[in-house]
């Protein structure tokens, strides 16, 4: 499994599986404000601060790793 990793950080924060930015993209794509996914997250009982979690989520991000804006949505 890979992960996220920003060299030179000791923030746990830092460092996610791909399977949770998966996560997070999902709930995100079925139409939940990035609090409601942070939150949904959270109560799934993984931590993620909403810097982070805006990265994995910014449009720019999604049109550069050829994902879709939102489920459905061709980038």
Known sequence: MSSR???GAD???ARHSDQIVRRARLIYARGYT???T???LADEGIEVDRYTLSGWLH???RVDAGGA???GVAA
């Open 34 to 36: 990035q609090q409601e």
């Open 59 to 61: 449009w720019h991000s």
């Open 5 to 7: 990793y920003r060299p």
């Open 11 to 13: 923030n746990p924060m």
């Open 69 to 71: 804006l939102r489920e």
């Open 38 to 40: 942070r939150q949904h």
